[in-house]
């Protein structure tokens, strides 16, 4: 069974700085993904980055990349020049190398960005 | 151009009615989802669905009937509606596939509120 632990509850990060969102994961699978969703107070999941477990480089999107450390089993988030407009519940998600299968979600971090 | 749209996004209901919630994609994605966010935030798979076919039936009670008429919509039906229903459902589709292209978009939700 795979398990995904998100251990901040909240955070409260001063804007323009650069956030760190954790991430640890349990699984026996040799292969998975690793993704990353924000949901804003409007309530949409917005998909956000994606790692792969054989992936070599940590993976990039814009002001998002993803602190990969494949032997301690963490896939943190890392925000560069916070924005007023990140303040959301992060999610991160895992899912196993089967088809059709299913994201399995930690319980989230709420990011508060303050001005 | 919505990609993954769901309607109502809002529903007010009384125990014991039955009701449905209608998802649609237009991303071409042959897998569609359904998860359940509870008032704690924590999202949860209930079913999945490729080419119109059930792939994962998550212990969810039979009140509960997922329908997928084609590869672009899969509808979730409730029956006798009970208080504890209450939550955010999201419905997801992803193409059937590993690595990154099997990232899952979902929909902007279902607030379901039962009285």
């Known amino acids: 069974a795979q398990k995904i632990t998100q251990t901040q509850p909240g955070m409260f990060v001063q804007e323009k700085e650069a956030v760190t969102l954790d991430c640890t994961y349990d699984?026996?699978?040799?292969?998975?993904?690793l993704f990353w969703y924000k949901q804003p107070s409007s309530g949409e999941m917005i998909f956000l980055i994606y790692q792969g477990s054989y992936d070599q480089q940590n993976a990039t999107e814009g002001r998002y990349s993803l602190n990969f450390q494949k032997a301690r089993k963490s896939a943190n988030l890392v925000i560069s020049a916070s924005q007023l407009g990140d303040s959301a519940m992060y999610f991160c998600a895992m899912r196993p190398p089967l088809l059709n299968e299913k994201l399995t979600f930690g319980t989230g971090t709420r990011l508060t960005i303050i001005p | 151009d919505t990609a993954v749209s769901q309607t109502p996004k809002y529903l007010v209901t009384q125990m014991g009615n039955d009701k449905s919630i209608k998802c649609e994609q237009n991303l071409g994605h042959d897998t569609m989802y359904w998860y359940k966010q509870d008032s704690k935030k924590f999202l949860k798979i209930m079913f999945s669905y490729n080419n119109k076919e059930l792939i994962i039936n998550e212990t969810v009670p039979n009140r509960f009937s997922p329908k997928s008429p084609d590869k672009a919509h899969l509808n979730l039906h409730i029956n006798s509606l009970e208080l504890g229903d209450s939550a955010v459902y999201f419905c997801a589709s992803s193409y059937n596939g590993q690595g990154a292209s099997s990232t899952q978009y979902f929909g902007p939700g279902t607030r379901l509120t039962v009285l």
């Open positions: 699984t026996s699978d040799p292969s998975y993904g």
